[in-house]
């Protein structure tokens, strides 16, 4: 079963503006990991958020998170037609295992 | 470091034959996971392995399906027999088996079953 689940499935936007995507989770974690995925490749790991961490920024992204709600946001400021993925949410309880969420299809058009 | 291998990268096979995927991790690290993509059921774990003993193969979803662990830079997924609903991309990804860190992702084989 997924875990996290993302919110919305899918999003379109115009190149400069933000893109926002939240996902659920509904049990405790020990972190919350973004991974972004093009058509027909591998995921890529994006940043990681530890569970008394509230937020972070690596470069464009800015994740938040709120355990109390158990819910993540990813904020992708400026997109560029490049940014045109899909995103997933991962949720590591105890042990090594990620559990996926159902992904958000995210188009910047030019 | 080349990353996360996978062959063949496309496989395109009759139902009932036997098909294995196979997956190279990424030096050092000691955390093996083979996950299916598909539309309808997105991303799922099947199993994984630390230090190349399996841990958790709750996913893996009938005895058609096996994977195995040789050594620490080798491992094989092994459907037999194969089915049509077995049509997916499968991934390998690896990671360093801290409870901090992220899973590196192969580049996937695509595997068609008709």
């Known amino acids: 079963s997924q875990q996290g689940e993302e919110d919305p499935q899918a999003l379109s936007i115009q190149e400069g503006e933000n893109a926002t995507m939240n996902c659920s989770y509904k049990?405790?974690?020990?972190?919350l990991q973004w991974y972004r995925q093009n058509s027909g490749r591998g995921l890529v790991h994006l940043i990681l958020i530890r569970s008394n961490e509230r937020e972070k920024h690596s470069g464009r992204l800015r994740v938040t998170l709120d355990t109390s709600k158990k819910s993540s946001s990813l904020l992708i400021t400026a997109s560029r037609a490049a940014d045109t993925a899909s995103y997933f949410c991962a949720t590591k309880a105890a042990g090594n295992k990620l559990t996926f969420g159902g992904g958000t299809r995210v188009l910047v058009k030019p | 470091d080349a990353g996360v291998i996978q062959s063949p990268r496309h496989e395109v096979t009759e139902m009932g034959q036997e098909v294995t995927l196979r997956c190279k991790p990424i030096?050092?690290?000691?955390?093996l996971f083979w996950y299916r993509q598909t539309m309808m059921r997105g991303l799922e774990l099947l199993i994984y392995f630390n230090n190349n003993v399996p841990i958790d193969d709750s996913g893996m979803p009938e005895d058609r399906f096996s994977a195995k662990m040789p050594n620490a830079s080798f491992s094989t997924l092994k459907i037999q027999p194969s089915e049509p609903r077995d049509s997916a991309v499968y991934f390998c990804a690896s990671s360093s088996g801290t409870v901090v860190d992220e899973q590196y992702f192969g580049p996937g084989t695509r595997l068609t079953v008709t």
């Open positions: 049990t405790s974690i020990n972190n």
């Open positions: 030096s050092g690290h000691n955390s």
